[in-house]
């Protein structure tokens, strides 16, 4: 990843090449641990009653204690079901939610304890594409603004970029910086996905959160979107959290893969370790049942049913959550959660009862 | 590799309006319980006539799983609601619909409607939106029944009983009395499923049944929907864009584009030997074990308007291969190599000829960012020439700019 160093600096404009030259290298980053590190990381929701003084009930518990770190230049995979709580991790990394525990470090600072005002310079390293891309672009607002708009909010707007650094950002994501002027309702849902990621690019960041980046899309213009992110990650060595539900498209972008289900990580691994050798259960039921657009493989593969639905974030089972729904759960999985533990280099479970062999996917 | 231009076969002569030749000659024609011919649905709007589906061909045969894949725009829920008779009136129909021999399309509404939900079932994506939200499942059920058939409530609700349970609800009896909403979403869909096989349908039309759910509980809705399928002797037209679920659940395979089908297989063939660009970029866009370290091969552009379609092949800015006669005369659906494959494109002999079909969208590392010249670095442009990038950046969602 190193090597890609030197493309990083092509991309910047001549604009934005002071703001650039001011930035660590990513030869420092390799002598700090990591670019960003989340330990123990818990989001807890009040639900509150209907009273009058609207007392909190319940906890709807989203993430319970989850740790990862990223790399830059790394893309780490978050999958996992709907409720599973992925969406939210990615948001409490980024602060937009303020996590109930746990630490996020970005660059070696704690970002848990800053204040909204001490977080703003952080978030210019730190950006986020949404899934919606309809949702997520201002309908009032042609192009070129909604790209200038984090610009201007870190005033750089008029002193070290101007209306040449958002043609730039447009060519970047393969847009043509002529349709700037354009309103986001003119433009296709991939080409709206591009614009997201040129908003989100347009400080520079060293890391992107994902969050479904490419779900909203059809096939083949999501093949075109995940393209560009890889080669926008080549060049400018971001580290990227990719959050989806969607296995093929995790493997196919990802180096390493996290599964979670029902707020914890139940399994994290290089890639082709997690799609080959997943050991946990739901890792295993999650592979068999994602469908492989290959009829031959389709008919031959066994296929793991599970059973039920997952159960409620404000009440989860106790000890291991997909106990209720293993076929391998025994009494130590109700009395005792099984800790994330490391079984090969860079490959943990937390399973009492990991599978072994090949997954067969 | 490359096949040659030279190589290519037209055949002009068969451009124009060949239709009825969709279904695969080994098929018993007195066997099919639906025949669609020709189907065409437009829609007046301000801005102009919208060709919705362009002529849809197709034959179903008992227990029979068709499924009809296509992105969106391309036609397909549009075509199944028209055989159904689901548009609204201001849409215009053309075609024939034969239901085991009867014209759907030429029926009155009283005999349409008998037809629909008694022989014809379905089955939609958001099954919250479906059921009606303030009548209890069993009562909905028990309506299903009632409106076709002349059966007490008490032996109505009885075989409402027997579906819950076919579909894989627990504890039938009592859930009878649940609403909707007391459901879960994979719960709502086996709900559906019963209510669209409760009367024994000759056809199920499924239209993106599983897209809204998580993949696990996805794999427990088709597997139910297939074997309630075998349990009722019903064909299914499966609909969706999620080319993983159609090779999971499919028998054949009709391919749409720009409201047209433009290719027909076996599902076996259609993964494997594709004789039309469109299909081979539809699968270089999934994301394959074989292509891990690799670009994905996405199709270039958008789909075109239905509104002023270009002259030719629809398919044509986008395609890789694509030649002169391509922008002059649209491809009919043809039978090629293969015996009940079909195909609309001049060049499906040179799509053939291709190893891996795919491979006409490739592209490199690197090329996928920015169009500015210094980015462009050495890397050249094997397949995808420089105006059709520029095309996926610069057409809008109006048409072309």
């Keep these: 990843m190193s090597s890609d160093s030197t493309v990083t600096s092509t991309v910047t404009s ?47 518990q989203a993430v319970s204690g989850v740790s990862f770190s990223v790399d830059a230049g790394e893309t780490l995979g978050i999958v996992g079901e709907s409720g599973c709580g992925k969406s939210t991790t990615g948001r409490a990394v980024l602060q937009l939610h303020k996590p109930t525990s746990g630490s996020v470090t970005f660059e070696g600072t704690e970002l848990t304890t800053l204040s909204p005002a001490q977080m703003r310079p952080h978030r210019r390293d730190l950006q986020i594409v949404f899934q919606d891309p309809y949702a997520s672009l201002n309908p009032k607002l042609p192009v070129n603004d909604i790209i200038a708009e984090p610009l201007k909010v870190h005033g750089e707007w008029g002193r070290r970029s101007g209306p040449e650094r958002v043609a730039e950002l447009l060519r970047l994501v393969g847009l043509n910086p002529e349709h700037g002027n354009r309103f986001p309702h003119e433009f296709s849902g991939g080409q709206r996905q591009r614009i997201g990621i040129a908003r989100a690019l347009a400080l520079e960041p060293k890391m992107l959160v994902l969050d479904e980046p490419v779900s909203a899309l059809d096939v083949s213009v999501q093949a075109g979107v995940v393209n560009l992110l890889e080669d926008l990650q080549q060049r400018m060595n971001l580290g990227y959290l990719f959050i989806a539900h969607d296995l093929s498209i995790v493997r196919h972008i990802s180096d390493r893969v996290a599964v979670m289900y029902l707020g914890r990580i139940v399994e994290i691994a290089p890639r082709d370790r997690l799609y080959s050798y997943g050991k946990h259960p739901y890792t295993r039921a999650l592979l068999s049942a994602a469908p492989v657009a290959d009829p031959v493989k389709e008919r031959r593969r066994e296929r793991i049913t599970l059973h039920g639905d997952v159960p409620s974030p404000l009440n989860p089972p106790s000890g291991c959550r997909f106990r209720t729904r293993c076929w391998k759960a025994a009494d130590i999985c109700a009395s005792e959660t099984p800790p994330l533990a490391e079984v090969a280099p860079g490959h943990k479970v937390a399973c009492h009862f990991p599978e072994d062999g090949a997954t067969g996917f | 590799m490359r096949p040659t231009k030279e190589s290519a076969t037209v055949s002009t002569s068969q451009a124009s309006g060949v239709v009825g030749e969709v279904v695969p000659p080994p098929l018993d024609p007195t066997t099919e319980i639906l025949r669609v011919e020709d189907l065409t649905v437009r829609f007046p709007t301000d801005d102009g006539m919208v060709h919705a589906v362009r002529g849809v061909s197709y034959a179903l045969h008992p227990r029979e799983v068709l499924g009809i894949v296509g992105e969106s725009g391309s036609g397909k829920s549009v075509s199944s609601m028209a055989v159904m008779g689901l548009l609204p009136r201001s849409a215009k129909i053309g075609g024939r619909v034969l239901f085991r021999g009867d014209d759907v399309l030429r029926m009155r509404p009283d005999q349409q409607r008998s037809l629909r939900g008694r022989k014809i079932g379905m089955i939609f994506q958001d099954a919250m939106t479906a059921l009606n939200p303030v009548l209890s499942i069993g009562a909905q059920l028990v309506e299903a029944v009632r409106s076709h058939e002349h059966i007490s409530h008490t032996a109505a609700l009885l075989r409402a009983q027997e579906m819950l349970d076919l579909v894989g609800i627990p504890q039938a009896k009592d859930r009878l009395r649940s609403y909707p909403h007391e459901f879960s979403g994979g719960m709502r869909q086996r709900a559906m499923i019963a209510m669209a096989v409760i009367n024994r349908p000759d056809v ?65 063939e259609i993964f494997a030997e594709p004789r039309m660009p469109y299909t081979a970029g539809l699968l270089g866009s999934m994301p394959t074990v074989d292509l891990i370290g690799e670009r994905l091969r996405p199709i270039q552009g958008t789909p075109p308007s ?39 494109c001049h060049r499906w002999e040179d799509v053939a000829g291709y190893d891996d079909a795919t491979s006409m969208f490739r592209v490199e590392k690197g090329q996928t960012v920015g169009l500015v010249a210094e980015d462009t670095e050495d890397v050249e442009l094997p397949e995808v020439r420089p105006e059709e990038l520029g095309r996926d950046g610069g057409t809008t969602a109006g048409g072309p700019a």
């Design chain 2, 204 to 268: 199920i039309f499924a239209d993106e049944p599983t897209t809204a759910l998580d993949v696990t509980v996805q794999a427990q809705i088709l597997d139910t929907l297939l074997a309630v399928k075998d349990e009722v002797d019903a064909a299914i037209v499966f609909i969706t864009h999620d080319l993983g679920v159609i090779a999971s659940v499919a028998d054949r395979v009709l391919v749409m584009y720009a409201g047209k089908p433009v290719e027909t297989a076996g599902v076996d």
């Design chain 1, 14 to 60: 001549t604009a934005t090449s002071t703001a650039t030259s001011t930035r660590s290298t990513p030869a420092d980053l390799t002598a700090a641990p990591h670019l960003l590190q989340v330990d123990d990381l818990v989001m807890n929701f009040p639900v509150r009653g209907g009273g009058l003084f609207r007392r909190t009930v319940g906890q709807v």
């Design chain 2, 306 to 344: 239905l509104i002023n379609l270009p002259t030719g092949c629809p398919f044509r800015p986008r395609c890789p291969i694509a030649i002169d006669v391509c922008a002059s005369a649209e491809p009919p659906l043809l039978e090629t190599d293969r015996r009940g494959h079909t195909a609309a």
